[in-house]
């Protein structure tokens, strides 16, 4: 009798769902780094914390960056007045011109002083506008909620990103893990990322979408290559996930 109902279902289109052994991992890792020089001065956060996004975790030095800022507003301030005058003083030029009071020399100078004081004015604007840059590659912030899982630095190290840009620290990515599995390669012709499954962990069904299928083997035996299948999916709020731990990915054989 259960044979003819198994095959009943078969006949009518209904799935049947297939487990692969998984085991869980991180959604995203990621590390942070800077593309401004200095001296760390401050670490904010310790291995194992959580960070909440736009959290400041890392800062550099900011003494030289404080001078120079001042400077520039400085600089910014004197172009400012400079081309403020000569724009009036461009007006009163033309004004005169038209009244033929001036001549096409000293209209033309007129000109060439208010676009050389412009350019100086926008010159001192971008300036500015660099090192504040500067100050904020200064301060490494979290671009998501996260979890520290290691730090590369410590305060009084100097950091130099000439060339390469030198990682700082390590953030997971909190509140969004992955399942890994393998799978052959007839299963993973058969899927698309995107496609819902479901996700075993400490005794708990949770909902998950397909995010990754390999196109490379990992590993290959005598039933054949093997390819990487990955899974997002959210935990249950509180239950705090370690990746490595043991999970069942189940698909549904259609």
């Given at each position: 009798m259960r044979v003819v109902v198994i095959?009943?279902?078969?006949?009518?289109?209904?799935?049947?769902?297939?487990d692969l052994q998984a085991v869980t991992d991180?959604?995203?890792?990621?590390?942070?780094?800077?593309v401004a020089s200095g001296m760390v001065n401050r670490v904010?956060?310790?291995v194992g914390e959580v960070v909440s996004r736009g959290s400041v975790l890392i800062e550099l030095d900011l003494r030289q960056n404080k001078a120079e800022l001042a400077a520039a507003e400085s600089r910014l301030e004197a172009a400012t007045q400079q081309n403020d005058e000569a724009?009036?003083?461009?007006?009163?030029?033309?004004?005169l011109y038209d009244r033929t009071m001036l001549s096409d020399h000293e209209?033309?100078?007129?000109?060439?002083?208010?676009?050389?004081?412009?350019?100086?004015?926008?010159?001192a604007q971008a300036k500015l506008v660099g090192i504040r840059l500067q100050r904020e590659y200064s301060r490494v912030t979290a671009p998501f909620d996260g979890i520290v899982e290691r730090i590369h630095v410590q305060p009084g190290q100097a950091v130099i990103n000439r060339f390469?840009?030198?990682?700082?620290?390590t953030l997971l990515e909190h509140g969004v893990m992955k399942a890994?599995?393998?799978?052959?390669?007839?299963t993973a012709a058969k899927l698309e990322p995107g496609?819902?499954?479901?996700?075993?962990?400490?005794?708990?069904?949770?909902?998950?979408?397909?995010?990754?299928?390999g196109i490379q083997p990992m590993a290959g035996d005598a039933e054949g290559a093997k390819y990487r299948l990955e899974a997002s999916f959210t935990p249950m709020s509180g239950m705090r996930l370690r990746a490595g731990e043991k999970a069942v990915m189940r698909l549904r054989d259609e």
């Open positions: 095959f009943c279902l078969l006949l009518s289109g209904q799935s049947l769902a297939r991180w959604h995203n890792r990621m590390a942070l780094s800077t904010n956060v310790a724009r009036r003083e461009l007006d009163r030029s033309l004004e209209r033309k100078q007129a000109e060439i002083e208010a676009a050389t004081a412009d350019a100086a004015y926008r010159e390469n840009a030198i990682p700082l620290l890994v599995a393998d799978v052959d390669e007839r496609t819902g499954v479901r996700i075993g962990v400490r005794g708990q069904w949770l909902d998950g979408k397909i995010a990754f299928i």
